[in-house]
C-alpha cells in the first residue's frame, strides 16, 4: 500500500512560494509542517538518516523576518530542503551511508548547501543513500533501506533514494542529490517525481563526498521540471541562456540499442515524449559507453577507498565491499584506455544533436523492483537489476551531458520516467520540451 502523502504531496515550490509571499503561510510554517511529516511518515520509507528540526526552524523564523522586511531571495526562500547524506552540512552527522564514518560531523558546508542558504532555503535534515553512493537500488545502507512511498516493499532506487522518496512522499518538496551513472534519476523515475542532472561541473562538488571524480554530478530531485528548474538557477546563480522563442527539436532515441526493457515503459515514455522522429546511435557505440562507464567508475572508486579496503574491509556493507573488490582488478591500463574513448565517443554522441536539440528516450527501462532483488525477468529474459536501472542513465555521465528525467505515467500502479537530454548551453530547450510534453506535472 502506498505510504499516507505528507503536506507537500502534489505541491510544487512555485506554489508554495506564492502562499509565502501573499501572506496565506509563513517560512515556519512550512518547516513545522517537514517536520511533522518526518516523524509522522518517515519511519515507513527511511528517508531521512536526521533531522534537524532546532536549526530549520532557526532558518525558516531567519527567512520570515527577511521576507517581513523586504528581503526576498528567491525562488527557494523559506523552502524545506532535504540534502543526501553524501553532502556536507556543518553540525550535521555525514555518515555516506556506511560505518566507516560512523559519529562524523564535517564542521563546514558543501558548496551547494551553501549556495542554498544563500538562497533562503531551510534545510530540514540528511537523506539516505545507498552506502557511498555504490549502487543504483538505494536498498544498502548502515541506516538501512530506503524504501519507495508508491510501494515500501519495493526500492526507491539510488543512490540518492532518500531524496526522491523524501519528495515523493511529500515530507519535503525539494531535495539535493548526487548523480555519477544515474543516482538522481532512476530514484526520481522509480518513485515518480521529477529529477535533473546538469552538466558536469555546473552545480559545484566541493564538499561532497566522491564516488567517481570525473563522473560525479550535484543534481536536484523535486515535485516537476519547472522546481528543477527554479533550484537550478539558483544553485548556479546564472539564467538559462534565451533560445530566441523556437520551440525545441526533439527526437527519440530508441533505447533498445542500450537494453530490452518492458515495453509498457517504453511505449508510456515515448506516448509521453511526442518526439516525431526517432534516432539511433551507430552500431556498438551503446556497448562502449556502458564499458566505458564501468571502467571509469570501477578505478576512480577504488581510487577513493582503497585504504578504507586495505584497513577494515568489515566496516563496509558486504555488496558494496563484493562490488568494491571486483572493480579493484580492473587494470590501470583499461582506465587510461576508457578515457581516451571518453573523448572519442563524445563527439559521436554529439552528432545526434546536429539536427535535434533534445534526446528522449525513458529514464528506467522496468518499474520500482522488490527490495533487495538483484535479478529480474524483462522480456522472458533473467536480467540483472543494476545492469538495467543504470543502462539508460550512466551514459550521459560518460558524456556529462545534461539530463532530465520527469514522471511519465505509471504501469501497475508504479511510476515510469521519461528521460530527456541536451548539450551544455541548451537548458532552457530541454526544460521547455519537458513542459510541452506534459512531463511538468506533478504526480501525473
Known amino acids: 500500500m502506498p505510504v ?26 512550512l518547516t513545522r509542517w517537514a517536520l511533522d511529516a518526518v516523524t509522522r511518515l518517515d519511519p515507513a520509507i527511511n528517508a531521512f538518516v536526521c533531522v534537524d528540526a532546532d536549526g530549520a526552524l532557526e532558518a525558516a523564523g531567519q527567512a520570515d523576518r527577511e521576507l517581513a522586511g523586504g528581503a526576498d531571495r528567491g525562488p527557494l526562500h523559506g523552502m524545506p530542503v532535504g540534502v ?7 553540525g550535521l552527522p555525514a555518515a555516506m551511508g556506511s560505518r566507516h564514518f560512523a559519529g562524523y560531523v564535517p564542521d563546514t558546508d558543501a558548496a551547494c548547501v551553501t549556495r542554498l542558504r544563500e538562497a533562503g532555503a531551510v534545510i530540514v535534515g540528511k537523506t539516505t543513500t545507498h552506502e557511498f553512493a555504490y549502487g543504483p537500488t538505494g536498498d544498502r545502507s548502515a541506516n538501512g533501506a530506503s524504501r519507495n512511498p508508491r510501494d515500501p516493499e519495493r526500492m526507491s532506487g539510488g543512490s540518492s533514494g532518500g ?4 519528495v515523493a512522499a511529500g515530507l519535503v518538496p525539494l531535495a539535493l542529490g548526487t548523480d555519477t551513472g544515474g543516482s538522481v534519476r532512476i530514484p526520481a523515475a522509480l518513485c515518480g517525481v521529477a529529477g535533473f542532472k546538469p552538466a558536469y561541473g555546473a552545480i559545484p562538488a566541493d564538499g561532497v563526498f566522491p564516488l567517481s571524480r570525473t563522473l560525479d554530478h550535484v543534481g ?39 537494453f530490452a526493457g518492458d515495453p509498457r515503459v517504453v511505449a508510456l515514455a515515448r506516448e509521453a515524449a ?79 544533436f546536429e539536427r535535434h536539440d533534445v534526446l528522449a528516450l525513458p529514464a528506467v527501462l522496468l518499474t520500482a523492483p522488490p527490495l533487495l532483488r538483484r535479478e529480474t525477468v524483462l522480456n522472458g529474459a533473467s536480467v540483472a537489476v543494476r545492469a538495467a536501472l543504470l543502462a539508460l ?3 550521459w555521465n560518460v558524456l556529462g551531458l545534461p539530463a532530465l528525467t520527469v514522471p511519465a505515467g505509471l504501469v501497475d500502479g508504479l511510476p515510469v520516467g521519461l528521460q530527456l537530454v541536451c548539450r551544455p548551453g541548451r537548458e532552457r530547450l530541454l526544460f521547455e520540451a519537458a513542459a510541452a510534453g506534459g512531463g511538468d506535472q506533478p504526480g501525473k
Open 163 to 166: 531524496s526522491a522518496a523524501a
Open 84 to 90: 543526501k547524506d553524501l553532502i556536507m552540512v556543518a
Open 393 to 395: 542513465t550512466s551514459p
Open 274 to 352: 511526442g518526439a516525431p522522429e526517432e534516432v539511433r546511435l551507430p552500431g556498438g557505440v551503446a556497448a562502449e559507453l556502458r564499458d566505458t562507464y564501468t571502467v571509469i567508475q570501477s578505478c576512480e572508486t577504488v581510487a577513493v577507498h582503497a585504504d578504507r579496503l586495505a584497513g577494515a574491509p568489515e566496516l563496509f556493507d558486504p555488496e558494496v565491499l563484493e562490488r568494491l573488490r571486483a572493480a579493484a582488478e580492473v587494470p590501470a591500463w583499461r582506465y587510461v584506455r576508457a578515457m581516451a574513448e571518453r573523448s572519442r565517443l563524445a563527439g559521436v554522441a554529439g552528432a545526434l
Open 4 to 29: 499516507t502523502p505528507g503536506p507537500f504531496a502534489g505541491r510544487t515550490v512555485s506554489d508554495l512560494a506564492l502562499d509565502l509571499r501573499a501572506g496565506r503561510v509563513t517560512a515556519t510554517e
Open 220 to 258: 536536484v530531485l523535486a515535485a516537476d521540471a519547472r522546481d528543477c528548474l527554479a533550484a537550478y538557477t539558483c544553485l548556479t546563480g546564472e539564467p538559462l541562456e534565451e533560445e530566441g522563442g523556437r520551440a525545441a527539436r526533439v527526437a527519440w532515441l530508441d533505447p533498445g540499442d542500450f
